[in-house]
């Protein structure tokens, strides 16, 4: 493909329609999540794309429409809501904005670190901000939802019941992790009711439109186009995407920011949602994994969109 660079505002609809039609190469690259049996179900051969630009307005390509598990995606959900009612200073006594140079569910840094997560967007750190949420937020699983259904423009949002008691019956190494949390005193709360809420919002069911226009915000300054509220301050929003940039995809995290250069955030369930600040949000799915447990198909787009675009924040 060869298309003139630097589009600023909107993408060629063409270029959209034949990355959808390009995506169908990778399909039968990686494999599907089997740890959460839940999702071991999914029908692997799928791609989808939806970018929202700072006016609100998306466009999509491919299966945009077809929801699936966010997973750790959540965790950017659960950062942002943590941010907006806990005190910061207290919140970053308690985690780390360090990336891990490891596996997402990995146990190894906590013993070294006395139950201090390296950052927010690892399986541990994203625990003790559950942890903080469930102490300050009454209804928490309520208030999750809500947050989702407001500013991503979609009132029909819900948890997947489902993938998230196939996870909570198979989540033993977060059990593992959320206690060994515990017990340096990082975990305030009862461990189960932790995971439990964990396992909820991973298992929360969107479509790609649905999370570029939720994360709309991060593009914006800290505003949304969608429910016109501010829901974090420019300074915050900056600071998020610089975690997304440097910890979301774990142990690929530089090669990403290297190959894309987006800050972004990766789940499971095959979606990356990425941000380029001042322009747009861009949410991309496809299920079917790589060894760190990240999109292959995503992940792949996300080049394309940035060669296509002929530039990236850094
Ligand atoms: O806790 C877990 O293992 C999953 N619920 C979430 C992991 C995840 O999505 C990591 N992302 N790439």
Redesign the pocket.
Known sequence: MSYPRSHIGYIEEDFLAQLAEEARTKFGVGKVAD??PALAEVEPDQFGMAICHRDGRVQSCGDALVPFSI??ISKVISLVIAMRHADEFGLWQRLRQEPSGMP??SLIQLEREEGIPRNPFV?AGALVIVDILVEKIFLILHHMREFVREHSGNRSINYDARVAES?LRN?S??AAIAHLIKSFGNIHGDVNRVLEV??HF?ALGMNCVDLARLFSFLASAGHSPISSQQLLSADQAREVNGMMLTCGL?DASGSYAAQVGLPAK????GGIVAVLPGEFTVCAWSPRLDAN??SVGARWALEKLVDYLGRSPL
């Open positions: 740890y959460i997973q750790s997402f569910s399986n996870e989540t190494r977060n964990y396992c991973c774990y990766s789940g499971v369930g447990g990240n």
